[in-house]
């Protein structure tokens, strides 16, 4: 039986004094039994870290360099956020793979750095419109997995966590049906049994993409979504518990 993980990804929002705020009222609040985890801009991973002391509250990083040290200015090392308290890092997501130019390859490296070091790579994964338009979904998010699998093999992904998210559904309020999310969801986790079916089978696989607490329910109730990474409704403290609620 997987447990259910809800990510909340803040992207570059807030301030020290509002994510303190927020931090709080998730912690104080009622947050039923599924796994949770929050993904602070860098500059506020510490602190938040030191926050989330004995919450039971996960940490995560947006992203993890995929060097171990070194001149690689604006990034951050994976032994740096194991520093932190990171247990999660996400790799390629869509707005790293779109605006700063992330290739299959690059993110795949992330991945391996973020396996070797100990951190959790949670992978996004998923299509642009017109890519599902033109019914390659499948194929893209094929491509991307494949990437990290030639990096990494399939027992890496005892250890992470993969996301899908269509890019047209990502910060838009254009959710992709329970039907079409649980489709690709299956489809990932077959494929992956073809390599190892144990693994396949434990591996939480997160959807992504305008979840909020009037859809969550729906989506979290499809065999094969285990959790969410939620994006703007993670910035309201009681909106992403009533998503973890729906997900316990
Ligand atoms: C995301 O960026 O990972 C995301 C899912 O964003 P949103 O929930 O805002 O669509």
Redesign the pocket.
Known sequence: MRSSLIAG?W?MNGSLESVTALVDGIKSGDRGNAELAVCPPSVFLMKIGGMLAESGIALGAQNVCQHAAGAYTGEIAASMLKEAGCRYA?VG???RRSIYGESDAMVAARFQMAIESGIEPIL?VGETLEERQQEKTIEVVNRQIDAALAASGIDAFAKAVI?Y?PVW?????Q?ATPEQAQDVHASIRQKLAGLNAEVADQLQIL??????PGNAAELLAQPDIDG???????LKADDFLTICKAAS
């Open positions: 990804n992207k996400i997501h869509s707005e996004c996301a998210e559904a990502i910060g838009t309020g959710v959807y992504g993409g305008s979840m909020n969410g990474l939620i994006g703007g409704a993670s």
